[in-house]
């Protein structure tokens, strides 16, 4: 049917592809939805449905699937919008490319600035904005910290993001001296992510809370904690996040060179 429509009604599809996402989204069909918002050309649509996706994806370590979507969207296209430009981001920073991910995140700050972007949503978009600055850390470490504790904030209760807020936070108060304010947010953020099944931000949070354990001297904790890091990140393959998978590479060398120690 659509290809003979590209012969007889050209001018039918971006509709009839802008419905279709419509539906598969409501009936819970993320890949058909956002498939189908990339034929429609429709870029406020493909703002929409993906970044309503972007978040899981990158929570839970799958930034190859989002890469693989923003990689349909011609570029000049991306740069349309906010929403996409965000998502640029996370995936330039989730493959530790700090550089793209701040001319992604900054771009999409001029967009937002300029009302040039329909598609953005200022509840989630926003507080992640501030998030990421956050996560580059050009603001010193007690400027990160601040950012991503007002990312927690402005984040809805339950978002899958917020454990990842903590998370940065306490890395944040940590490098900044503050221990006992780092440790206790990297320990909120281990188990918020662990009652949550949010696996990336768990396995991370618990190697720093391993480092964290071992920096005062309690060794069998943070071997419990790198264990427990590993096993998560092997039950729910996580070698997708470069960041994760250093995480726990390091959390290994730590293991062994105690070993050795001994």
């Avoid at 427990?228 to 726990?248: G, M, P």
Wanted: charged share 20%; glycine share 8%; hydrophobic share 50%.
């Amino acid at each position: 049917l659509l290809a003979e429509l590209r012969h007889t009604e050209p001018g039918r599809l971006p509709a009839l592809h802008q419905g279709a996402s419509e539906w598969f989204r409501r009936h819970g069909f993320p890949d058909s939805a956002i498939a189908h918002a990339i034929s429609s050309g429709n870029v406020a649509l493909m703002g929409v449905e993906i970044w309503d996706e972007a978040v899981r994806t990158i929570v839970f370590g799958r930034v190859a699937r989002l890469t693989q979507w923003l990689d349909r969207i011609p570029a000049d296209l991306v740069r349309q919008s906010a929403a996409l430009s965000m998502c640029k981001a996370w995936a330039g920073i989730s493959s530790a490319n700090s550089a793209l991910a701040l001319d992604w995140v900054n771009h999409a700050a001029q967009l937002m600035a300029t009302d040039a972007d329909s598609s953005a949503h200022p509840t989630t978009l926003r507080p992640l904005m501030s998030l990421m600055h956050a996560v580059i850390g050009r603001a010193g470490y007690q400027g990160s910290a601040a950012m991503a504790e007002e990312a927690y904030r402005m984040l809805p209760v339950g978002h899958p993001i917020r454990p990842l807020a903590l998370l940065q936070s306490g890395v944040s108060r940590t490098f900044s001296g503050d221990h006992q304010a780092g440790r206790i947010a990297l320990t909120d953020a281990r188990t918020t992510a662990q009652a949550e099944g949010i696996a990336n931000t768990w396995a991370q949070a618990a190697v720093l809370c391993g480092f964290v354990a071992a920096e005062d001297g309690e060794a069998v904790a943070a071997d419990a904690l790198f264990e427990q890091a590993r096993r998560v990140w092997h039950s729910h393959e996580l070698s997708d996040s470069a960041i994760t998978e250093a995480l726990v590479a390091a959390a290994s060398g730590w293991q062994l060179a105690k070993v050795g120690r001994e």
